[in-house]
């Protein structure tokens, strides 16, 4: 039954919606145009049918020219913002005097219906989004034909509106209209894979498409995952860890670097972020830092890379800012689960401009609070995240970091081959997907840590609240490494080792 | 809002009244149109409509439907008659400046309002039940039969409404002229002496605007919803705000006419009759968020709340057009009818009749200001995870400029929608809504903020009275009761802290401490006297061992704190606080910026890393903390902004760890005139204690629990909105004065704490407490009783301040030598106070002993024995310091004789 519905749906989208509507507003009263009228539950299973869902083109992998309006669309990017205007449009006829016919999704009508009386119309309203690339996410290699850039033409003027919106002149923006209520379940930043009906770029959109949303999926991991096995786990951590060696030539900065990757935060108890581990690797020369970035690239899916310098943060804000008109994407408006790489290894003395003061300042704010600030005039709005971040320095960053370890870069350990094979690759990949992956203090290590920690201040050790929070979460992350659901003593005392090597400050 | 211009048919759903949808070439000159009153333009495109045109808008019909103007003038009776025909016999002669109102775009209040034409065919068939005006003999404001009704069997309504115009009158008039105070919903249940409760509230405002020449009456609709007899008229403002309001106006010029009794002068007369009243309506049920308005809120009356982005320059709106004719000069004028001006194409004198010939006169048409306001949602009400929405208001006449960029408004306003793309090949199934605004009140919300220039008095007279209704109503909400009931809770005191950052483990001194800042005390102002404001502002500094969760607490307050600022003093410069001269990107032009204190006016700003700040940034906040204001002279700009903040600062003692053998100025690096601004200073140290630190571990695995965040406090804890809302609605209705014991526990406690320090065997006073501690004991007093939500401090709320302070004085003032709590510590002379008292008494024993029998001594000596005696190093600093306490004391004297200082004893009386 369902395979049939969705046979319908895949083959004319228009006249399956217009059936469903027509079926919820069958009440010969005013018609109630609240909710989704039926529409987002006969087609939420398309997401788990993955077979039918490749038959819907996909705009990362077709060739945009060949969309037309009314067509379906899979489409996966970033809500760069919410409000990106909010309109009220006919949402249903009284056809005959009879019946009411629903409007959604309907581009396209026949000449009887177009001119009705006022009387005979339902107002609806929708909320429109503004889609963009997810940013640090590899772009996918697309047919890129130059006859594009020419159909594109007559609203090149038109759509220059919208380019403060996209970071590069090769982004696309998409202006996506959400109907009945969609829009309150969708967050700005977050990432997301869409489903809905395509409309061409016209004079009316400026120039953008439009995708007329009918279902989408949360989208922080590029598909799902089979998280490996505890003894695959094992292998692949010491693979990965030997890879992180060839470059780092140091096996506790390699065992840092690797719980950095898997940090993700668990919860926050008002300004305390639990699970967030941000690391700061220093002794890196340019050279060494991009070697590192070259392999973390390669091997997580979105990752930002972010030079700080003097040159950089004065150049132009790097979060989100709005004039009061619209709002202006920021290099650093990432979507959770991105992997962002401060380079802080040029950094040298100068003067920071306004711009450079309030980039430092959102940035201290992203490392310590997960939060991202949008600037707006006369006020401020943070709106949680959840990235990993590494910083790369010369000596201690300037940011609050949570850890500050000086790799050795041991010529002994280091290798110029660092090329991985493209199973290995996958792998490795695969593995690191483990962050998303929750672990659990059991409540007997309670008692440990408890005594561990008295013990360790009566005997005069430096240690305090921040201190035993560290261990507390590398503990976890160390576990999390091995595929471990449950945090045992012997991942306590292994975490308590590294962080005793790295400086806390 | 140029694609909304065009606009015949912006009503929508709601008035099924426009069959036609036809663009035409007309004038455009605003995106509002007419009520429902005469079907305009369709005439020359559909038949339907009777001979009425949309001419009916020229001055040229008032003739034929308005009555006769001879009516008499005597007949004060019957106030409807009169006025109008004056009015209207007027307009049509002198240019008819400010004829309406620019925000409802009714003819109903000028014209006649039953000229409510209606196609007939149509009747029966969509209002069956209602009997509907037709044709131009209806009564009409000027027909002198206030009691046509009665003698119609009929009910006449305006098309389209449940609104007739007489009951509608009538209505509103006995509401203006009966309601009386004590109907105030408030009072229903209070004692209210009769004077008062009598008083004709609206009455008395009529009055008073006729005395003070304004024409602006700001109507309380809650007043309207809670007296019975308008009940109905209430609902019908709510829904039908562009028929209602026009009518109200028209009401208050009758009863401001009837008010002036029987023979009335003929100027104050004429001076009436030639205003335009406006009704203001505010204070709606409830304020919607913009992000709700849907589609069944047009045309209806709304109130929505939010944070002014931009204005738009004025516009002028062409509320009128003038037109002549080129061939033979005859001249027309045309008024506005729903959002156009009908351009006439044939000159209308019948000998001329040249077609194409008239030409608009532009100083002759007549203009409104209008401005276009883009209004942002506060950060308050934005749901998690979206970005602000916006929306476009249209503000007309007098209330153009009343509120600027930054100002948070709350307006009363009618929701509309207008169609875009209007092309003739624009399928209407097809045509999208854009949405706006008109508002008829705004109200400012932050009357801290209110910007308006004094020179307008008229605002300020209309924002006075709106001000006024408001100031004698008390919030009535569901919350306000829940906190209320919280208020009365016996564990209050614990509940309060306890949910103030739960994550934070105990410290409930602190905690108790910022508490009491977030409420903040009573800021007075004094007439007489030097200092004409008296801080209400609590400052405090937490001072201490690092990872003592000083920053997270900080972060904390910043979040929930009214203007919460969030600074560190390592990256703070004096300019960054305070304000700095800035190039503005657009313009070109010198604006002054804010800076982090200035921002904060009205709310907490935290210093973190205090002790890292530079001198001169320091410098700045001397100032701030006591005048609370910030000087800014640069670039030609001179100016003083207000910075009423109150400080909360982090600071690590020197050395980053707090020595416990040294005194508190000692470990912080802070000036002791600006140490003593803080009212409380909080020492927080980490010391090293078994239980404590199992149970802080505990507290900590507990929150890495997954699943698990409640078990960071097993207690009852407030939600962090509901904290907030209970500290916004204490800041602004609680006002504690301080009773006659209260204050006799203050002063007792302000003389037991300078006793504290009273050592009767020193010769000389310590000084415990100053004028400054007894001033946070005031404050902390009455932040205590706000908290409660008293009205009066009480003697408990004095009791409690003064074990903060006296809790807090004993951590940080307690000299370690001498375990005596000392304010010189903190301030004046450090030189002396900071010499141990052992090493003084010490001092003195060698002295006498060496000076035995009256000797004088060499000092250079001295300082060798005295080092030769102690165990510990003898500083050369501290050994002077010691010298000058003895000194000071009386019991010797440092002479200098030879080139060499000598001590010589001084004869003690025993």
Request: aromatic share 6%.
């Amino acid at each position: 039954m369902v395979a049939q519905l969705s046979e319908v749906f895949l083959k004319d989208p228009q006249s399956f919606l217009q059936k469903i509507q027509d079926a919820s507003l069958s009440n010969p009263g005013k018609p109630d145009l609240q909710g989704s009228l039926g529409i987002e539950e006969a087609v939420s299973d398309l997401f788990l049918n993955k077979d039918e869902l490749e038959k819907i083109p996909n705009f990362a992998s077709c060739n945009p020219n060949e969309l037309r309006s009314g067509q379906l669309l899979r489409l996966q990017g970033m809500i760069q913002d919410t409000n990106f205007g909010h309109e009220f449009f006919a949402g249903a006829i009284k056809m005959n005097d009879q019946y009411w016919r629903g409007c959604r999704y309907i581009l396209s009508c026949s000449e009887d219906e177009s001119y009705v009386d006022e009387n005979k119309m339902v107002l609806d309203e929708r909320y429109s989004l503004f889609l963009t690339n997810i940013p640090g996410e590899l772009k996918s290699n697309k047919v890129d034909s130059l006859d594009s850039e020419e159909e594109n033409e007559p609203y090149k003027d038109l759509i220059m509106k919208y380019s403060n919106r996209t970071l590069g002149k090769e982004d696309f923006g998409f202006c996506v209209k959400c109907y009945g209520g969609m829009e309150t379940r969708l967050r700005v930043c977050q990432a997301v894979d869409m489903l809905g009906m395509y409309e061409e770029p016209s004079e009316y959109s400026d120039g953008l498409p439009i995708l007329h949303l009918i279902t989408f999926e949360d989208f922080r991991q590029p598909s799902s995952i089979t998280y490996p096995s505890e003894e695959e786990a094992e292998h692949l951590r010491s693979k990965l860890l030997t890879q992180f060696n060839k470059i780092l030539g140091d096996n506790v900065a390699s065992e840092s670097l690797l719980l950095c990757l898997l940090s993700n935060v668990v919860h926050r108890a008002d300004s305390f972020i639990v699970g967030s581990f941000n690391l700061n690797l220093t002794n890196c020369t340019p050279e060494r830092a991009s070697r590192i970035i070259s392999l973390l690239k390669y091997l997580t899916k979105r990752t930002v890379v972010q030079k700080v310098d003097i040159n950089e943060l004065n150049r132009e804000p790097l979060y989100p800012r709005s004039d009061g008109d619209t709002l202006s994407i920021g290099r650093l408006q990432l979507t959770p689960g991105t992997l962002l790489i401060l380079d802080e290894t040029e950094l040298s003395s100068g003067t920071l401009n306004d711009t450079g003061v309030r980039n430092v300042a959102f940035l201290s704010f992203l490392l310590s609070q997960q939060e991202i600030t949008f600037a707006y005039p006369f006020s401020s709005y943070n709106i949680q995240t959840d990235v990993r971040i590494i910083v790369l320095s010369h000596g201690k960053s300037i940011l609050p970091v949570n850890a500050v370890y000086t790799s050795k870069f041991d010529e002994a350990l280091m290798s110029s081959e660092t090329s991985l094979s493209s199973d290995d690759l996958e792998g490795l990949s695969n593995y690191l997907n483990l962050w998303t992956r929750a672990t659990d203090i059991p409540t007997d290590m309670l008692e440990f840590i408890q005594s561990n920690y008295v013990h360790s201040r009566r005997s005069g050790l430096q240690t305090n609240e921040k201190v035993l929070s560290i261990e507390i979460n590398c503990s976890r992350l160390y576990a999390k490494s091995l595929a471990s659901n449950l945090v045992s003593r012997q991942h306590f005392e292994q975490a308590s080792s590294l962080v005793e090597q790295w400086t806390i400050p | 809002m140029s694609s909304s211009q065009q606009s015949s048919q912006g009503r929508g759903a709601t008035t099924p009244k426009r069959a036609n949808s036809s663009s035409r070439e007309a004038m455009d000159s605003s995106p509002l149109f007419f009520p429902t009153s005469s079907p305009g333009l369709s005439q020359h495109t559909t038949p339907k409509t009777k001979t009425r045109t949309s001419l009916a808008s020229s001055p040229l019909l008032f003739e034929s439907s308005s009555p006769a103007p001879q009516a008499p003038h005597s007949s004060r009776s019957i106030p409807l008659s009169q006025h109008n025909d004056l009015f209207l016999a007027g307009s049509s002669q002198r240019t008819p400046k400010s004829s309406r109102r620019g925000d409802i775009h009714s003819t109903v209040q000028l014209k006649t309002p039953s000229r409510r034409e209606v196609d007939p065919q149509k009747i029966g068939a969509t209002t069956p039940s209602s009997l509907i005006f037709s044709g131009s003999d209806a009564l009409t404001f000027s027909q002198a039969q206030p009691t046509s009704e009665a003698n119609d069997d009929t009910v006449r309504v305006i098309w389209g409404t449940n609104v007739s115009i007489q009951e509608s009158i009538a209505s509103f008039q006995g509401f203006l002229r009966g309601f009386k105070k004590k109907y105030r919903p408030e009072y229903r249940n209070d004692f209210m002496p009769p004077p008062d409760a009598e008083q004709a509230v609206y009455i008395e405002a009529l009055r008073n605007m006729r005395i003070i020449g304004l024409d602006i009456l700001n109507l309380d609709v809650q007043d309207l919803k809670h007296y019975p007899p308008t009940k109905k008229l209430y609902n019908q403002l709510y829904s039908y705000p562009q028929e209602i309001i026009p009518i109200m106006d028209q009401t208050i010029k009758d009863v401001m006419l009837d008010l002036l009794g029987t023979n009335p002068p003929e100027d104050i007369l004429n001076d009436i009759e030639l205003r335009i009243y406006k009704i203001r309506p505010f204070n709606l049920e409830r304020t919607i968020n913009m992000r709700d308005l849907n589609p069944g809120d047009i045309d209806k009356l709304i109130s929505i709340k939010g944070l002014v982005l931009r204005c738009t320059p004025v516009i002028p709106d062409m509320k009128q057009a003038f037109f002549r004719c080129s061939v033979c000069g005859h001249s027309v004028t045309v008024e506005i009818d729903r959002g156009r001006i009908a351009e006439p194409v044939k000159c209308p004198r019948e000998i001329c009749g040249a077609t194409n010939s008239m030409q608009l006169i532009h100083n002759r048409s007549e203009f409104a200001d209008k401005q276009v306001i883009k209004l942002q949602e506060t950060p308050d009400i934005v749901p998690d995870g979206q970005t602000p929405h916006s929306v476009s208001l249209c503000v007309y006449d007098e209330l153009v400029d009343s509120s600027k960029a930054g100002d948070r408004i709350e307006i009363t306003g009618i929701f509309r929608c207008v169609p875009i793309r209007m092309n003739p090949r624009q399928r209407t199934i097809k045509s999208l809504f854009k949405t706006y605004v008109d508002v008829v009140h705004i109200k400012k919300q932050d009357r801290r903020r209110l910007g308006t220039d004094p020179s307008t008095l008229d605002n300020d007279l209309a924002e006075d009275t709106a001000a006024q209704i408001d100031d004698v109503r008390r919030i009535t909400d569901e919350e306000v009761e829940k906190i209320k009931k919280v208020s009365e809770r016996p564990d209050l005191y614990d509940l309060l802290p306890r949910s103030l950052a739960p994550s934070i483990y105990e410290m409930d001194d602190v905690k108790k401490g910022i508490l009491l800042q977030l409420f903040g005390g009573t800021n007075k102002t004094f007439q007489k006297g030097a200092s004409p404001r008296y801080r209400g502002d609590i400052n405090i500094l937490m001072c201490g061992d690092p990872s003592t969760s000083k920053s997270q607490i900080l972060q904390y307050v910043h979040k929930i704190a009214p203007r919460g600022v969030y600074t560190s003093g390592k990256g703070s410069s004096a300019v960054g606080l305070t304000a700095y001269i800035t190039r503005d990107q657009d313009t070109k032009q010198l604006v002054l910026e804010s800076g982090a204190l200035v921002l904060s006016d009205g709310g907490i700003c935290c210093i973190d890393e205090f002790d890292k700040m530079t001198d001169a940034t320091r410098s700045i906040l001397h100032e701030v903390m006591e005048q609370q204001t910030v000087t800014v002279a640069k670039a030609g700009i001179i100016t003083t902004l207000n910075a009423r903040t109150s400080i909360l600062a982090s600071a690590n003692p020197i050395g980053s760890k707090y020595n416990p053998e040294m005194p508190v100025t000692k470990n912080i690096d802070l000036p002791p005139t600006l140490l003593s601004r803080f009212d409380l200073v909080y020492l927080i140290l980490d010391r090293v204690d078994e239980t404590i630190d199992r149970k802080l571990a505990n507290h900590i695995v507990s929150m890495y629990m997954e699943d698990t965040p409640q078990n960071a406090t097993e207690h009852e804890v407030l939600s962090i909105e509901f904290l907030t809302s209970y500290i916004t609605y204490a800041r602004n209705c609680i006002h504690p004065i301080i009773t006659e014991p209260a204050s006799k526990e203050l002063v007792n406690a302000y003389v037991d704490m300078r006793k504290l320090g009273e050592d009767v065997r020193a010769s000389e006073k310590r000084v415990t407490a100053t004028t400054r501690q007894l001033e946070s004991m005031i404050r902390l007093s009455e932040a205590h009783a706000k908290m409660h939500l008293r009205e009066t401090v009480e003697v408990e709320d004095v009791r409690e301040a003064t074990r903060l302070i006296k809790t807090a004085i004993k951590d940080y003032a307690t000299d370690p030598a001498t375990g005596k709590i000392s304010l010189d510590l903190i301030y004046v002379n450090e030189r002396e106070t900071l010499v141990s008292e052992d090493m003084v008494r010490e001092l003195s024993n060698l002295i006498s002993t060496l000076t035995a029998g009256g000797k004088t001594f060499m000092v250079s000596q001295l300082l060798t024995r005295f080092r030769e005696q102690s165990t510990a190093h003898v500083d050369a600093s501290e050994f002077e310091a010691s010298l000058a306490a003895l000194e000071k004391r009386g019991q010797l004297k440092v002479v200098t004789s030879a080139g060499h200082r000598l001590v010589r004893p001084i004869a003690q009386v025993e």
